[in-house]
């Protein structure tokens, strides 16, 4: 009889973690670039040798200990891809050597704190897997909101380099250089990518999908549309970062709208799990009965599927996509 109330109580657990990942991860950027960009593809394929190069260079900088976990994770190409985005030197070998770190970490420390097994295990479980990945969100989100906060000075440069008369491609080159922070860094990526060999297209549409912002994929339509048709580059990127500086002040405000209904959602999210926590360390014999009494096992899992279900509407409530 205890077991099924245990498997209950991890099923509530579980699904909890799952919805509210979903619900305060915010909307979907891939989904909202499908939405605005279209049927918006590359146009020119890349040459095998440029090709080979790249998965050379690739496999030179991975090492035992990635290769082994690249092999053993389910999805290694996206965590990858996140990885890189935060603009550390950042591993595969590394994000799973923390992972696992952390997991044994909470999870013996329960056990030595009297915790039952299984809560011990979810619980180191959902820390080795939850806070890794959270930490690396956190710092992609900072390293995506100082891009943002630059890229409109950016593209002023690349008008000023166009004014000027100077070719796309340089004034690519000189942005890279010029500009600091994120945005330089990447810019002078796309310029190297060009000196092997990429064309200006791939290079930027690859540096747009592995940030995952609007921003940078509008910048790079607008280079795509301007080549087919013609036209005033200058002219149109200028009007571009005009846009950008809108939609980020528009960004702003909607933020200090819904930063009160915000806070509400997550103090009312998070008051029981802290009140459970300071019982518990005052006295875990009383607490401990959720994972023990069959009754307040169910009563428990029950109350945390509505309790996510309750954060799950107010994170949408409060989530708005421009």
Known sequence: ??????????????????????????????????????????????????????????QQRETRLDSYFTRLLPNPESIARKLEATGKDWTIGKYAIVSIAIGLGVFILLLLRGAPFLLALSVGLFAGIGLPYKFVGIVTARRIKAFTAKFPDAIELLVRGLRSGLPISETLGVVGSEVP????????????????????????????????????????????IQRETGGNLAETLSNLADVLRKRSQMKLKIKAMASESRASAYILGSLPFVVFGMIYMVNSGYMLKFFTDPRLMIAGGGGIVWMSIGAYIMAQMINFEI
């Open 1 to 58: 009889m205890p077991m099924m109330p245990m498997l209950v109580l991890l099923g509530a657990l579980l699904s909890a973690g799952i919805m509210l990942v979903a619900a305060f991860s915010g909307p979907s950027a891939v989904k909202a670039q499908n939405r605005r960009i279209g049927a918006v593809k590359l146009r020119h394929a890349e040459g095998n040798i440029v090709e080979a190069q790249m998965r050379r260079v690739l």
């Open 181 to 224: 922070g994120p945005v330089g860094i990447e810019f002078r990526r796309v310029a190297d990518k060009m000196k092997i060999g990429r064309s200006m297209e791939a290079a930027l549409q690859e540096t747009a999908d592995r940030l995952g912002t609007p921003e940078f994929q509008f910048f790079v339509i607008t280079l795509a």
